[in-house]
């Protein structure tokens, strides 16, 4: 998968950061710190706080580390490490740094920076893991919103890996989905929301995409049997953009030459399978596209809603019952030659709708 001409980590005005971390200054943490048991280092510098104690009412977690590790990863760490610390204040004779981000996300991102953190659990896969997100979005924001480049780069494949961004990767990553079908785990909804976030603009496609075929939910108690996306995340344009998006693939599929099975189509397929059929007599035609208009009318009926919700994952499942070594009886009345040109054909549609998506999304609008 290619994530070459990633506009990725586009540099953020240090300000914003700045400014989130240090809110802390004047609400500062009153409570015991809990000390995190891997990132507490007793030669560590700085003690960096989260937790709602740093703002409020609540715990404070306390992560000892050191400050040129920081500062040596991250511009904005760096920048906010020189400057005056304005509450002055020492714990242990190290200065205490709170950020108002979640604890977690904060401990997490601090893990992976010592490497104490364990992603071989969704890393151990080749393809998606129905816990990726729960792992890797809370350090990707973070990371992003610190511009640790070198965290998003260990991260960005994961994602990638379960929203590919390629065609091949796409049907492969899907093909392989078997066993994970748990939703709320995989919320494509989150997916948009971190992909922007963290800048990473390759797997919107895919992003958009599985967004657009399951339902929008806004509720909070919903049936499992089917998936749901979590509206709450998506910002206006992203709704826009999911509802101009399924118009468009539904007026693509709409128009699929195979849909209409019309003599034009039948003239066509005939020109390019005819060349191959082993059922061809001359000067009447060949009857595979016969037997192709009746399996593909049954199929297709069978199949119409998905269609137009997933149509990817349905012309690339006909394309495989029409390609496969055994087909099933109903196909059998078109020969091989032709059946594998036709095969070909749906994989064509597929890819060419699947390069389209960045435009039925408008992506181009995306400020990153
Ligand atoms: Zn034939």
């Keep these: 998968m290619s994530t070459s001409g990633e506009p990725h980590c586009k540099k953020r005005k240090l300000a914003d950061a700045l400014d989130d971390a240090y809110t802390g200054g004047a609400a500062r943490a009153q409570s015991a710190v809990?000390?995190?048991?891997?990132?507490?280092?007793?030669?560590?510098?700085?003690?960096?706080?989260?937790?709602?104690?740093?703002t409020g009412a609540g715990a404070v977690y306390g992560f000892r580390c050191h400050g040129s590790v920081l500062a040596a990863r991250s511009p904005v760490f760096k920048t906010m490490l020189q400057l005056p610390n304005d509450s002055g204040e020492r714990l242990e004779g190290a200065h205490c740094v709170d950020l108002t981000d979640a604890w977690e996300d904060v401990r997490d991102l601090l893990?992976?920076?010592?490497?104490?953190?364990?992603?071989?659990i969704v890393n151990a896969n080749a393809s998606r893991h129905p816990n990726t997100l729960a792992f890797i979005a809370g350090p990707m924001r973070l990371a992003a919103k610190y511009e640790m480049d070198s965290v998003l780069e260990q991260l960005r494949p994961l994602l990638t890996r379960d929203w590919p961004?390629?065609?091949e990767d796409w049907l492969r990553t899907e093909r392989a989905q078997g066993e994970y079908q748990w939703p709320e785990l995989q919320d494509p909804a989150a997916v948009v929301q971190l992909a922007q976030q963290a800048r990473v603009r390759s797997v919107l496609p895919g992003a958009y995409y599985d967004l657009a075929r399951v339902y929008l939910h806004t509720a909070q108690f919903h049936s499992v049997a089917e998936r749901f996306a979590d509206a709450r995340r998506l910002a206006?344009?992203?709704?826009?953009r999911v509802a101009a998006g399924r118009e468009r693939i539904?007026?693509?599929?709409?128009a699929l030459p195979m849909l209409h099975m019309d003599e034009e189509y039948a003239r066509c397929a005939l020109a390019g399978a005819g060349v191959l059929c082993r059922k061809l007599v001359v000067g009447s035609g060949s009857p595979c596209v016969e037997g192709f208009r009746v399996w593909?009318?049954?199929?297709?009926?069978?199949?119409?809603?998905?269609?137009?919700?997933?149509?990817?994952?349905?012309?690339?499942?006909?394309?495989?019952?029409l390609h496969g070594a055994f087909p099933?009886?109903?196909?059998?009345?078109?020969?091989?030659?032709?059946?594998?040109?036709?095969?070909?054909?749906?994989?064509?549609?597929a890819q060419e709708l699947w390069e389209k998506l960045p435009e039925f999304f408008e992506l181009s609008s995306l400020p990153f």
């Design 165 to 167: 961004d390629t065609f």
């Design 250 to 254: 539904a007026r693509h599929v709409g």
């Design 296 to 321: 593909w009318r049954d199929s297709a009926l069978e199949q119409m809603e998905t269609l137009f919700r997933d149509p990817l994952a349905v012309l690339d499942a006909q394309g495989r019952e």
């Design 236 to 240: 206006r344009d992203d709704l826009e």
């Design 111 to 120: 893990r992976l920076l010592y490497d104490f953190f364990d992603l071989t």
């Design 328 to 349: 099933p009886k109903r196909i059998d009345t078109i020969c091989r030659a032709c059946r594998i040109w036709y095969s070909c054909h749906f994989l064509k549609e």
């Design 34 to 54: 809990i000390r995190d048991e891997h990132i507490w280092f007793e030669d560590g510098t700085i003690i960096v706080r989260a937790g709602p104690g740093c």
